[in-house]
C-alpha cells in the first residue's frame, strides 16, 4: 500500500506537469483555433533561461519569475509578428509554422546549452514526509499544488473574460439585445421583457431608420444601412421581386469602369451565376467564365471586340512539348547522372509519393493527419517481408498497397466522424503505436534490429547499373501514381474533396456526404503510403522500427507545406525538401542541424505561405507591380454605351442569365 501511495504522488507530480502543457495547448487551441505543436519547446526555452539566470546568481525565484516574464514577452511577440499572420489562412500551415517554430527552438537551445542534461536546483525540499507507511516527497507535493493554484486561476481568469466579452457583446449588439429582450432579459431602458413599442409578439415597432447600422441587416429586411450609403435606411420595404434592389452598392471599379460584380447575396446564392445584376446596365454585356463577372461588349457595328490570348506555357502546344521534353530527360538522365546523384533523385521520388499521398488527405479534402509515414513503413514491412519469403514481386507490390489500404479504411471509418485536433490526435496514436509494436513483432518485423531486402538488382539483359535501374523503376511507379492521382483530384472525387475542405455543411446541403468522402480520401492515402513504402524498400533496401517514427511524420508533413498543399508539383518540390534539405544543413554545421532547418522552414511559409510551387505566381505578380501594370488583363475595350446594341440581337444581361 505504501509503494502504490508513493508512486501515485509522483506520478500526480509528473503528469501534472504534462498537464500544465495540456492547458496551455488547449488555450492556444480555443483562443486561435490552431494546433500548437511548440508549446513544449517554449517550456523547454524556459526552463533554460531560468537555469542561466541560477548560474548567473540571480537567486532562484527571482530566476523563475524573470523567466516567466521573458517567455510571456516572447510569446507576445511569436504571436504578433508570426502567428498573427498565418491565422485566417491555411490551418495547415499554421500547424507546419508550430511545427517549424519548435524545431527553431529545440535546435537553439541545443546549439547554445548542448543536448546533455543540465543540473537544476530544487524550489522544494528533497525531503520526505510519512503518510500511511509511504515516503512521499516534499517536492512532488509542492509541484503538484503549485500547478494546481495556477490551472485554477488560469481557468478562472479565461471563464471571468468569457464573461466580459459576453456582456459587452450583449450590450453593443443591437442584434443580442433585441434577443435579450424578447427572452426577458434586461432591455435598453432597463426593465425585463420587450422593449418599448414591441407588441404582442415581441417585435419593436417605433423603431426608426436612425437606429438602423450594418451589423443587423439580417433581422431587419425593411432597413439596410450601409457605408456611405445613409440613404438606404429612408427606403420603403420592397417585396417580391423588389428585393434585388436591396443589395449592397456595388464594388469598386478597379480600373475597369465596365465591370460589374455579382455578389451571392440572400435566397438562392447558391448559383451566383444565374442571378440578376443589382441594377440595368445600359450597354450590352456578355458573362465571363465562371459567370461571377460581367463585362461589357460592344457593337460589332461600331468597336471590334479584343481576343485575349491566352499564356504561352497555357497553349496546348506548349504543354505538349513540355511534356516530351520532360519524359527524355527523364529517360536519359540516369543514363548519364553519377551513382549518388541517381540514389538521390531515386530517393526524392519514393519520398514525393509519400507527401502526395498525405496531399490528398490534407491538401485537397482538409483533414490534418499526422500518420502517414506509419503507412509507408507498413508498405516497406510487407514488402521486406515478401521478398524474404520468396513470395511473387507482384503479389508483394499489390500486397504493399492493398494491406496499408485496409488499415487506413478501418481507421478511417472510425475517425472521419472526427474533425480539426481530434482527428489529428487519432492519427498522432498511428506512429506512436507503430514503432513499439515493430519493435515487439520480432518475428515479423525482425525487432529492432529490422529488415533487410534486396529483390532490386539490374537484370543482365538490361546492361544497366543497380542504381539506374532502381532509378528507373521509381520513375515509371512514381509517374503512374501521380497521374492517377491527378485524374482523381480534378475529377468528380476532387471537386467533393474540395466542397468538404471548403465547408461540410455546403456539401450536406448538396448531396455530398463529408464522412464518406474523408473515408474515401484518407484510404486512398494510406494505398499511396503503402506504394511509397514498397518504392522505399526498391532504393534503400531495409527497413526497421525508426522508420515510422513521429519525427519523420512532422518532417514528411512540413515537406507537404513546403511543397504547395493541394497541388501536385508541390509533392514533388516537398519530396526534394525532404530529402535535400538535412543534406545540405548537416554539410553547413552537424551541430546546428535542427536550427538551420527550422529557420529554413519558417522563412519559406513566411515569405510563400503558398509553398514554393506559388514562387512564379509570386514573382510574376511582382513583376507586374514593378511595371506599372495592373495586374488584371483588359479582354474588351471600354466605350460609350450604345443603346442600340441590345435592339440589334447582342445579348443583354438580362437574357445572359437567364
Not at 519514393?350 to 499526422?370: D, R
Request: include cysteine.
Amino acid at each position: 500500500m505504501g509503494t502504490f501511495i508513493q508512486l501515485f504522488v509522483d506520478g500526480l507530480s509528473t503528469g501534472s506537469i504534462y498537464a500544465a502543457l495540456a492547458l496551455a495547448i488547449v488555450l492556444v487551441n480555443q483562443a486561435t483555433g490552431l494546433v500548437n505543436f511548440a508549446q513544449g519547446g517554449m517550456a523547454v526555452l524556459s526552463a533554460y533561461i531560468a537555469w542561466l539566470f541560477v548560474n548567473m546568481g540571480v537567486p532562484l525565484i527571482l530566476a523563475i519569475l524573470l523567466s516567466l516574464l521573458v517567455s510571456f514577452v516572447l510569446g507576445a511577440v511569436i504571436e504578433r509578428y508570426l502567428m498573427r499572420r498565418f491565422e485566417r489562412g491555411d490551418p495547415d500551415t499554421a500547424v507546419v509554422v508550430t511545427i517549424g517554430l519548435l524545431t527553431l527552438i529545440t535546435g537553439l537551445c541545443g546549439w547554445l546549452w548542448t543536448y546533455n542534461n543540465q543540473q537544476f536546483p530544487s524550489l522544494f525540499s528533497l525531503d520526505t514526509v510519512q503518510v500511511l507507511g509511504a515516503s512521499i516527497s516534499v517536492r512532488s507535493i509542492g509541484t503538484t499544488l503549485v500547478i494546481i493554484v495556477m490551472m485554477v486561476l488560469a481557468a478562472g481568469t479565461v471563464r471571468g473574460h468569457q464573461a466580459r466579452t459576453g456582456a459587452a457583446r450583449g450590450g453593443d449588439q443591437p442584434a443580442v439585445g433585441r434577443v435579450l429582450g424578447a427572452a426577458g432579459g434586461p432591455a435598453a431602458d432597463g426593465r425585463l421583457g420587450p422593449g418599448r413599442g414591441a407588441g404582442r409578439d415581441g417585435r419593436r415597432t417605433g423603431r426608426t431608420a436612425a437606429d438602423a447600422d450594418a451589423g443587423d441587416d439580417g433581422q431587419r429586411p425593411g432597413v439596410r444601412a450601409g457605408r456611405g450609403d445613409p440613404g438606404r435606411a429612408d427606403q420603403p420595404v420592397r417585396r417580391g421581386r423588389g428585393r434585388l434592389a436591396d443589395r449592397r452598392a456595388r464594388e469598386p471599379r478597379r480600373r475597369l469602369p465596365s465591370l460589374h460584380r455579382l455578389r451571392p447575396e440572400g435566397r438562392g446564392a447558391v448559383h451566383p451565376h444565374l442571378r440578376r445584376a443589382d441594377r440595368a446596365t445600359p450597354r450590352a454585356v456578355r458573362p465571363e467564365i465562371g459567370g461571377a463577372r460581367l463585362m461589357s461588349v460592344t457593337s460589332s457595328s461600331r468597336t471590334p471586340s479584343v481576343r485575349h490570348k491566352s499564356p504561352f506555357f497555357q497553349r496546348s502546344w506548349v504543354r505538349w512539348a513540355t511534356a516530351a521534353l520532360v519524359v527524355v530527360i527523364l529517360v536519359v538522365a540516369p543514363l548519364v547522372m553519377p551513382e549518388f546523384a541517381n540514389q538521390t533523385v531515386a530517393r526524392i521520388g519514393v519520398f514525393a509519393v509519400a507527401v502526395l499521398g498525405l496531399n490528398v488527405v490534407m491538401g485537397y479534402t482538409g483533414q490534418v493527419s499526422l500518420g502517414q509515414i506509419f503507412f509507408v513503413g507498413f508498405g516497406a514491412y510487407i514488402t521486406a517481408y515478401g521478398v524474404q519469403h520468396d513470395w511473387n514481386l507482384v503479389l508483394v507490390f499489390v500486397l504493399a498497397f492493398a494491406a496499408p489500404a485496409a488499415v487506413g479504411l478501418l481507421i478511417a471509418l472510425a475517425a472521419a466522424r472526427l474533425g480539426g485536433l481530434a482527428i489529428a490526435m487519432v492519427t498522432i496514436a498511428l506512429p506512436i503505436v507503430g514503432v513499439p509494436l515493430a519493435k515487439r513483432l520480432n518475428d515479423f518485423t525482425g525487432g529492432s534490429q529490422g529488415m533487410s531486402a534486396r529483390f532490386t538488382d539490374a537484370p543482365e539483359w538490361s546492361g544497366l547499373y543497380n542504381d539506374q535501374w532502381q532509378l528507373y523503376l521509381v520513375i515509371i511507379i512514381t509517374a503512374i501514381v501521380f497521374l492517377l492521382t491527378r485524374n482523381l483530384v480534378r475529377g468528380r472525387y476532387g471537386r467533393a474533396f474540395a466542397i468538404v475542405k471548403g465547408n461540410e455543411a455546403v456539401a450536406s446541403s448538396m448531396g455530398i456526404s463529408p464522412y464518406w468522402y474523408k473515408v474515401i480520401a484518407f484510404t486512398v492515402a494510406s494505398l499511396i503510403g503503402g506504394v511509397a513504402g514498397f518504392l522505399y524498400m526498391v532504393v534503400v533496401q531495409y527497413t526497421s522500427p525508426e522508420t515510422m517514427s513521429f519525427g519523420h511524420s512532422i518532417t514528411l508533413l512540413a515537406a507537404m507545406v513546403i511543397g504547395g498543399a493541394g497541388s501536385i508539383i508541390g509533392s514533388l518540390l516537398g519530396g526534394a525538401y525532404y530529402v535535400l534539405v538535412p543534406q545540405l544543413t548537416n554539410i553547413v554545421d552537424p551541430n546546428a542541424t535542427a536550427l538551420l532547418q527550422g529557420a529554413i522552414l519558417l522563412v519559406v511559409l513566411f515569405v510563400l505561405p503558398g509553398g514554393l510551387v506559388s514562387l512564379p505566381r509570386v514573382l510574376a505578380r511582382l513583376f507586374r507591380r514593378r511595371g506599372g501594370g495592373s495586374g488584371r488583363p483588359q479582354t474588351t475595350p471600354i466605350a460609350e454605351p450604345d443603346p442600340a446594341a441590345a435592339v440589334e440581337g447582342n445579348p443583354t444581361e438580362r437574357q445572359g442569365h437567364a
